[in-house]
């Protein structure tokens, strides 16, 4: 396989679902970033926030991110706040096919309502926050190699696309 696919949007993107479906159809190894901190750590990314900060978390997913970047032939999902790090793109660049799955921020929150392990959305208006954190870190992902659509989609149809896409570019 040739370079990495690089998924990236906000939290309620898809990113992981879409990464396991895809690293299985191409029988490659897939990584989650948030995944990779928290068994490295043996805590909860809820708990690194409420121990020790959110910047102590953007560090430990800096690193990750570096030594993700490294090897190729695998399938990678970043925290949706991994992009806000400019250091985080370019790493990713280096040997990644980013893909940013992109969807309005009702229905990201529709997909990811019932689910309370995210500390940046337990907060009175959930859909307000990351309305916030899209104007905040969206021209970062659109500097991904491939934007694609996720609403009224269903998951096969965001593989194909994407994979067509990656084939013809890589
Ligand atoms: C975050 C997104 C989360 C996780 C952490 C912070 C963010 O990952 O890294 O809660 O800043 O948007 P997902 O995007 O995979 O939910």
Redesign the pocket.
């Known amino acids: 396989m040739k370079k990495n696919i690089v998924l990236v ?5 898809g ?2 679902t879409i990464g396991k479906a895809i690293a299985q159809r191409l029988g490659c190894d897939f990584f ?3 995944e990779v901190i928290e068994k490295q750590q043996k805590m909860s ?2 708990d690194i ?1 409420a121990e020790f900060g959110e910047s102590k ?1 953007r560090e430990l ?1 800096k690193d990750t991110i570096l030594s993700l970047s490294e090897k190729n032939a695998k399938i990678i ?6 992009l ?1 790090n400019l250091d985080n793109l370019k790493n990713l660049q280096k040997n990644g096919f980013l893909v940013y799955l992109k969807a309005t921020p009702e229905v990201l929150y529709s997909r ?1 309502i019932e689910q309370t ?4 959305l337990q907060v009175d208006e959930p859909v307000l926050k990351l309305k916030e ?1 899209l104007a905040k870190r969206e021209s970062a992902y659109l500097l991904a190699d491939f934007v694609i659509e996720t609403e009224n989609k269903i998951k096969d149809e965001i593989i194909d696309e994407i994979l067509k896409v990656y084939d013809e570019a890589c």
């Open positions: 949007g906000l939290m309620g993107a990113k992981t989650d970033t948030d990314v809820s926030f978390f997913e999902s970043i925290g949706g706040g991994s806000e990811i392990n995210r500390p940046l954190l």
